[in-house]
């Protein structure tokens, strides 16, 4: 069964790239969309995909990636306090304007009003405007209610202040004074009136979105987050996008870990380098079955057919899938296997690299960054993340060896 008209749709109004995630990952959540709709012919099913009808908006609900937790990764929350704290002192009455986008089903927003309180902001200090394109999402947001899994790695600091302990229904409450300062409302950040009545935001969150994006929704979204970050806000991604902000004229402020970017002239859209790089490990091949849901563990298969699922670039495709949702562990184990059988692999040691910063190991992140370009001296992300490392370090003069490096590599392609 083909699904290129559903898929064509998804691309269109959501800029959403189904080779980021992989087609046997797509296919059955659009096979469940057709059957609660009634349909079973995917042309049929995809003219009743009228925009902001319940039949979209179910789609959407279940397409979009909801992975998300208290607090996760901290280093971006104790900036944004950082940031609060700093205002505070400074005796500004400027009231903290902060967007989390896509802000899913709420632990983001909720976090960052929560460090803004351990910072010792006043709850009238600062609003926090939380955005997602999926309704369910939004109502699990609103409601304020969580389950334990939403409680991961980082504990959330003094959780009977902010939460009602839970009852027979093991659900946690959220308290209405952290609720409060949150105002969550539905859009889609590639459309055109995306927040077009809004002023620039001091501090814009938008982590783990654009890896899922097309580039020409990629590009769409960058000029958003620029108009919406004001000239001396700050921008966070998420790890693996650390490397768009630095092509399209931001640049890195604060710890490197916290992923923070300020706005800088713009320039140009990146060449052809880290596209075809990032076509070349994502087109064609699906993810390996070994590593799908509910099926064999690597650990258990055999033959010879495995052996060359373990060597194909669909390998890194997944672990960078895995580590873009938390599960950095887990990507860190594939990328190893994959490492084991194709050791010479640039784009392998600059995904390893990239995990090991993700859990905060700048320093073997540095190694596996060096040993890509010792591979391949013209990788062209490996360099911008060196470059990222050298500013990090108070070391402009070698970050700008870096981007001049990179800047080269751009042109060789």
Avoid at 40 to 63: F, K, Q
Avoid at 248 to 262: D, E, I, K, L, Y
Avoid at 370 to 398: I, Q
């Amino acid at each position: 069964m083909r699904f290129s008209e559903i898929e064509t749709l998804l691309a269109a109004r959501l800029g959403f790239d189904v080779h980021t995630i992989g087609a046997q990952a797509v296919e059955p959540v659009l096979r469940w969309s057709m059957d609660e709709a009634g349909c079973s012919d995917p042309t049929a099913y995809a003219r009743m995909l009228v925009p902001e009808s319940d039949v979209w908006n179910r789609l959407v609900d279940r397409v979009v990636v909801p992975e998300t937790w208290f607090f996760r990764d901290i280093a971006p929350f104790k900036a944004v306090a950082s940031l609060a704290t700093a205002s505070t002192r400074s005796g500004s009455d400027h009231v903290l304007r902060i967007l989390s986008c896509p802000c899913s089903s709420g632990e983001e927003p909720y976090s960052l009003v929560m460090a803004l309180i351990e910072a010792g902001a006043r709850p009238e200090s600062f609003v926090v405007d939380a955005v997602d394109v999926s309704r369910r999402a939004l109502g699990t947001a609103q409601a304020a209610v969580f389950r334990a899994r939403s409680f991961r790695e980082a504990s959330v600091p003094q959780r009977d202040l902010y939460f009602e302990r839970p009852q027979a229904d093991g659900l946690w409450r959220l308290k209405r004074f952290v609720a409060g300062p949150v105002r969550f409302q539905q859009g889609n950040l590639i459309a055109p009136d995306f927040l077009h009545d809004q002023e620039p935001y001091d501090v814009v969150f938008c982590r783990n979105l654009l890896i899922y994006l097309h580039t020409e929704a990629r590009l769409l979204a960058i000029a958003a987050l620029r108009r919406l970050v004001a000239h001396d806000g700050v921008l966070v991604v998420g790890h693996a996008e650390a490397g768009f902000a630095l092509e399209h004229g931001f640049r890195p402020v604060g710890p490197a870990s916290a992923f923070a970017f300020s706005r800088s002239r713009p320039q140009s859209p990146p060449k052809a380098a880290a596209k075809r790089r990032n076509q070349k490990i994502a087109a064609s091949v699906t993810p390996p079955p070994n590593f799908l849901p509910n099926l064999v563990p690597v650990e258990a298969a055999t033959g010879a057919a495995t052996q060359r699922e373990l060597t194909e670039p669909s390998h890194l495709v997944m672990a960078r899938r895995l580590g873009d949702t938390g599960h950095l562990h887990e990507a860190l184990r594939m990328c190893t296997e994959y490492l084991q059988q194709v050791p010479d692999s640039a784009e392998g040691h600059f995904l390893f690299g990239v995990l090991q910063d993700a859990l905060g190991r700048s320093e073997v992140a540095v190694d596996c960054f060096r040993k890509a370009l010792y591979l391949d001296p013209l990788h062209y992300e490996a360099l911008l993340y060196m470059a990222l490392k050298r500013e990090a370090l108070g070391d402009d003069s070698g970050a700008a060896l870096f981007r001049e490096r990179a800047r080269r590599a751009q042109k060789s392609e």
